[in-house]
């Protein structure tokens, strides 16, 4: 400390004794010597009057020369203006005033944080300045921001999470014309997991993340909500952000539908995308929760269209999804109160025109809007577990009937056929349940064939194989539904566990051409190679029948033979086939009693 600073201060403590008693004057020099912040005080305008030995060490500055120097000439020119407001409003007495601000490290030129708590002692004798109490924060900033990334980004992609999406919204949501959301959900991740380990699906979701990535660049702000799902959010005015919206959908579909290399292995996956604009969302009461419903059921619109579109959200797709919630829970009430029947359609022998057996269709007739078809309600009951319950009850009731009709006609080698949803197929305990119906109806588990669409059996084909196999150890026979649909792929016949191939209806239609002839003949001997029977669906007319049995398909299915009947039917369907000693044993007893 040069000589005439230490005079100034001996006269400052002179007179802090002689104002405040024997003990201020040593406090003031001590606290600020003995402190670790590092404290300065200045003029009114930011000169420096004097500086803790704190100060000058940290900052490796000799503290004679911070004497008269600016204290606003080493902080960052972005925050001076900051800085000089709060030391304007302390001088204006309005009381101690704390703020961070930058300031860079000559030396270095590194730039750290400092948190400065300025306070009003120009009135005190001897300092007549304002105090600053200064505390280097730069690590606890690095670390607080360290943990607030963390907690708002994803590990795996880098990107922000929800969180960090929703903390956006609410930023924008006060100035913003309109706000619009892309949403973005692979379609089969959860297959590629399966197949590749939870490392191929990260490749996957990373190599998308960069892509939507280098897509979406400065247009908006790309984050990763959950495992399978991506958003961008847009911001503009409220035309443009949705023709925006539009475009980066496809945009998007299109890069992610790519190839991705897992393991020197091809990869595909596709996306589905569901877009939504919020206008004026500063005018709504939360934008962002509206949003994303919004976005979500125009992706549920784009999943239920199978997949690998985007559908932006309108309100007649919102008048749907209330009409699907509505039928959904009349739904559950009709299978509680007994509401849903099951309807029987012959199964048929091609080489000799005998019923073999039954398919259990569910029918439903709503109370108000008269029957429902399958097709509608079926993929509703999907979107939850009610098909769960719906599975049950036709399971249940198939088999009951199958053992009245076995009784009732002696013949034991009628079937049934009961269809399960995708949903139902991977879920636990299927196979108890199945047995345990089995051995309440008491029919044997040959006697029961559970049928699986193609695209179900696709859509997560390692947890359909082991389902099915569980089943077929059971004893119970499997079979590929709707076969040529979907995939049409001849090698799915060869890794499904599967029993029969049921093959849709579309080829029967195509019988008049010959080259639908020829696909038809070649399932039907892959089929027969491979040991399964084949079941062609939606016989019509005796020419497709001639046609079908000719290519070497085992049996048959359609409105030629029997539309779906009801359960009171059968047996007299049966039993007017003429079906053989069983319907004649029937005839006596019935006869005789
Ligand atoms: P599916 O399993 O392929 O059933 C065959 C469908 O073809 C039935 O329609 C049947 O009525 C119809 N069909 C049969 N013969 C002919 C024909 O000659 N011509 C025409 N045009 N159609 C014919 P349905 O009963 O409307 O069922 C449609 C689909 O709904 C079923 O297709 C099945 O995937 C699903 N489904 C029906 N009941 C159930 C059920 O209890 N559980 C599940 N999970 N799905 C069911
Ligand atoms: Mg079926
Ligand atoms: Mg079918």
Not at 61 to 90: C, E, F, I, T
Not at 478 to 484: I, P, Q, S
Not at 507 to 516: A, C, I, K, L, Q
């Amino acid at each position: 400390m040069s000589a005439p600073r230490r005079g100034r201060l001996a006269l400052v403590r002179d007179r802090l004794r002689a104002v405040a008693g024997p003990l201020a004057a040593p406090s003031y020099e001590v606290i600020a010597r003995e402190a670790s912040d590092e404290v300065l005080v200045t003029t009114p305008d930011g000169t420096i009057t004097f500086a803790s030995p704190s100060f000058g060490s940290r900052w490796g500055l000799d503290r004679r020369r911070l004497l008269g120097a600016d204290a606003l000439s080493w902080v960052l020119p972005q925050d001076v203006p900051a800085v000089r407001a709060r030391l304007a409003a302390v001088v204006r007495g309005q009381g101690p005033v704390e703020g961070e601000h930058r300031f860079v490290v000559r030396a270095t030129g590194e730039v750290r944080w400092s948190h400065a708590r300025l306070s009003d002692a120009l009135r005190v004798p001897g300092v007549r300045g304002v105090v600053w109490n200064c505390r280097d924060v730069t690590e606890l900033r690095r670390t607080t921001e360290a943990l607030r990334h963390a907690a708002t980004h994803d590990t795996l992609t880098g990107l922000g999470n929800r969180r960090e999406l929703l903390r956006h919204v609410a930023e924008a949501a006060p100035g913003a014309a309109a706000l619009g959301v892309v949403l973005l959900n692979l379609d089969g991740l959860k297959a590629v997991n399966d197949r590749h380990g939870h490392s191929g699906g990260d490749a996957v979701v990373r190599a998308v993340a960069d892509r939507l990535a280098e897509l979406v660049g400065e247009e908006g702000l790309l984050t990763r909500l959950d495992g399978d799902e991506f958003a961008v959010l847009l911001r503009g005015r409220a035309r443009p952000v949705a023709a925006a919206a539009a475009v980066l959908a496809e945009r998007a579909l299109e890069r992610v539908r790519r190839p991705v290399l897992v393991e020197g292995r091809a990869v595909v996956v596709t996306a589905s995308a569901g877009t939504a604009v919020c206008e004026d969302p500063a005018g709504v009461e939360d934008p962002a929760r509206r949003l994303f419903r919004q976005a979500d059921v125009a992706l549920t619109a784009a999943k239920a269209a199978g997949g690998d579109v985007g559908v932006a959200f309108s309100q007649r797709l919102l008048d749907a999804a209330h009409e699907r919630a509505e039928l959904a829970a009349d739904l559950r009430a009709a299978l509680a109160g007994g509401g849903v029947e099951v309807a029987y359609q012959p199964l048929v022998d091609l080489a000799d025109g005998r019923t073999v057996g039954f398919e259990a269709l569910a029918r439903w007739r709503h109370p108000d809007r008269g029957p429902v078809p399958p097709s509608v309600f079926v993929p509703i009951a999907e979107e939850s577990d009610l098909v769960l319950d719906l599975g049950a009850h036709v399971l249940t009731s198939a088999l009951a009937q199958l053992r009245r009709w076995r009784e009732g006609t002696g013949r034991e080698d009628l079937e049934v056929s009961v269809n399960l949803s995708s949903r139902h197929l991977v879920q636990p305990g299927l196979v108890e349940q199945v047995r345990r119906a089995l051995q309440e109806a008491g029919v044997p588990a040959a006697a029961l064939c559970l049928e699986v669409t193609e695209s179900a059996a696709v859509g997560d084909l390692e947890a359909a194989r082991s389902a099915l196999l569980a089943l077929r150890a059971l004893g119970v026979r499997t079979a590929l539904d709707d076969f040529g649909t979907g995939y049409s792929s001849l090698s799915y016949l060869r890794r499904l566990p599967v029993d029969v191939v049921k093959i849709d209806k579309s080829f029967v239609d195509d019988h008049t051409e010959p080259s639908g002839r020829a696909v038809l003949a070649g399932i039907a001997s892959l089929s027969g190679a491979l040991g399964l029977l084949t079941v062609v669906e939606g016989i019509e007319t005796e020419q497709a029948r001639e046609i079908v049995r000719a290519a070497g398909c085992t049996w048959g299915q359609g409105y030629l033979f029997a539309r779906p009947m009801p359960a009171e039917a059968v047996l007299a369907h049966l039993l007017g086939q003429g079906a053989g000693r069983g319907a004649q044993n029937l005839r006596e007893r019935t006869t005789t009693a």
